[in-house]
């Protein structure tokens, strides 16, 4: 087979295993969800998917970090200039569920696994720290426009914020998922009072601050 080819159909086999183990996570979570039924989803055999991947960790850090950057583009795409700074931020976290609810199962495994895992995943930990942090940065630059319309106090500590705002974001999901009757379905009116409230405390802490 021609290197080109060979080139491809590898490409080709990794993303039917990314597709597949998506899938499965999603249904099952990361622990229910084995390499054989992944590589028997993808429809490969299981050296075909070590020949692509070290191991199942390796697999879930790349389904959640595609994952993660879409709901990421989602909610920075969803800043919008004239609403006011409540309004904003309730849309970007609510882009954002709604988009997520699909994986909530997945996007939650991930926070199970860093709490839970040992030294030895340690790389791994980092990955998922760094995409619990996007969901910062996304935040903290709505409330730095904010500080720049003069909507916020030049010295509110909006770091801080992004902070209780990251942990509101992922605290919501788990409580959602958690009372959801259907499988990737949330309480959608139930979850945007919530966001409301909780983000008008946060910024009235901020102009207050």
Known sequence: ????????????????????????????????????????AAGLSTGALFANFADKNEIFLIVVEQE?????NVMR??????????????????RGYEYAQVNARLILSAFVMKWSAGQTAQTGLNEIARMSDM?????????????????????????????????LCFANMRRAFQNSHEPATFDVKHLSDSVTLQVKLVIAGLQNA
């Open 77 to 94: 795409e969803a800043y919008d200039e004239t609403l006011d700074l409540p309004g904003r931020l309730h849309q970007q976290l609510m």
């Open 135 to 167: 969901v910062r940065y996304a935040l903290l630059d709505t409330l730095k426009a904010a500080v720049e319309r003069k909507e916020l106090p030049a010295n509110a500590p909006i770091e801080a914020a992004a902070e209780i705002l990251e942990d």
């Open 1 to 40: 087979m021609p290197v080109v080819s060979r080139a491809r159909s590898k490409e080709r086999n990794r993303q039917k295993i990314l597709d597949s183990a998506m899938a499965l996570f999603r249904e099952r979570g990361f622990e229910a969800a084995t390499l054989r039924d992944i590589a028997k």
């Open 68 to 72: 993660n950057a879409r709901v990421i």
